[in-house]
């Protein structure tokens, strides 16, 4: 059984569950005994032990392994007693289910053979069941069991940025066959973005079943939109996923990255927190998403090589700016970079918790 930390969710409460956490709690935007943190890609290449136990198994095997997911979802709640796990996986996983041929390749990200970009293509891309991803449920079950009291938060990729590798073949700097798709033939995009909503939406339900807290829609690539093409194109999709998940009965997050002129919008789509990157203070995305909604976020990554005093102020500013909101999930802007070290983190979450105690 893993051990969990003081000052994670464990910690809250003598009776506490995952539902009574203060991350559940902050999601919802109800009073918590000090400001959750979490990290994303806090499972991954900053950890040694991540770093070994990964060692010869490709990134794919991997998510489909439900005893090393559960390894590798528990290394960083026992290291930095952080308020939540996040389900160790990778956002092409459901459309690896769905048919499609690809591979998570080292050092460049997911590759697909036969990209999308035709009717005809679209029509490969087949519905999931829940039978197609029985792996994510059976580690779901295996760390609800181990995490007690510490909240699980499952996650997949939003429509739009899953459409976005379907239709480049792999990670793209400027997105050019994307938004050429987009604009030069909308009826393809949207069946495209359809689908995949519909495989989304079936994948998180998966996880909500199995017994996830939590879910994150990542849009990562959401930020090389103009607000208008966001809206026409990818809005509607994303709304899919998140108002399909309206009665599930867990808090639903969304994420993108260089989304400043987009929050107000994403603020729409359906979910309870918006994630904020590291560009856009706080209390500024606050009223830029609008009221109601708990916000998560936004420590820049990089900041995590300064000095520690630099940290230090850097982390009580988040906090301060995070107030504003009706909740606050603290979390840095982006991904937990590789070369990041550990100690770090976890000084970072025992600063957060000590400083924001109510």
Same mark, same amino acid.
């Given at each position: 059984m893993t051990t969990i930390m003081p000052g994670s969710a464990a910690q809250d409460g003598a009776h506490s569950t995952p539902a009574t956490s203060a991350f559940v709690r902050a999601c919802?935007?109800?009073p918590v005994p000090h400001t959750p943190v979490w990290f994303m890609r806090q499972a991954g290449r900053s950890l040694p032990e991540y770093r070994e136990i990964r060692a010869g198994i490709p990134m794919l095997e991997s998510c489909r392994r439900p005893d090393l997911v559960c390894e590798i979802t528990l290394q960083p709640v026992r290291r930095h007693g952080v308020d939540a796990a996040i389900l160790f996986s990778d956002i092409v996983v459901p459309v690896a289910a769905a048919g499609i041929d690809l591979d998570i390749v080292p050092g460049t990200g997911p590759v697909v053979a036969e990209p999308i970009r035709t009717a005809a293509d679209v029509q490969r891309l087949r519905p999931i069941t829940a039978a197609d991803v029985s792996f994510v449920d059976e580690a779901i079950r295996l760390l609800v069991a181990e995490l007690g009291a510490t909240p699980l938060i499952g996650f997949a990729g939003a429509p739009f940025t899953l459409a976005s590798y379907l239709v480049e073949g792999g990670p793209s700097r400027n997105h050019v066959r994307t938004k050429?798709?987009?604009?030069?033939? &909308?009826?393809?995009?949207?069946?495209l973005c359809g689908r995949l909503a519909e495989i989304t939406l079936e994948f998180l339900r998966v996880q909500i079943a199995a017994g996830v807290s939590a879910v994150q829609l990542f849009d990562s690539w959401a930020g090389a939109l103009s607000e208008a093409d966001y809206r026409q194109f990818?809005?509607?999709?994303?709304?899919?996923?998140l108002q399909g998940l309206a009665d599930a009965g867990v808090p639903r997050i969304h994420f993108g990255v260089g989304t400043a002129e987009l929050l107000g919008a994403m603020g729409e789509a359906g979910a309870d927190v918006v994630g904020v990157d590291w560009r856009t203070p706080l209390h500024v995305a606050t009223t830029r998403i609008g009221a109601g909604k708990a916000v998560q976020g936004n420590l820049? &990554?990089?900041?995590?090589f300064a000095p520690w005093p630099v940290i230090e102020t850097e982390v009580r500013r988040v906090l301060t700016e995070g107030r504003t909101a009706p909740g606050h999930v603290f979390n840095l802007g982006h991904g937990v970079l590789p070369e990041t070290d550990p100690e770090v983190l976890t000084r970072v979450v025992a600063l957060v918790h000590e400083a924001s105690a109510r």
């Open positions: 919802r935007g109800e050429a798709l987009m604009y030069g033939a &909308p009826d393809v995009w949207h069946a990818v809005l509607p999709h994303s709304s899919a996923v820049d &990554p990089c900041l995590l």
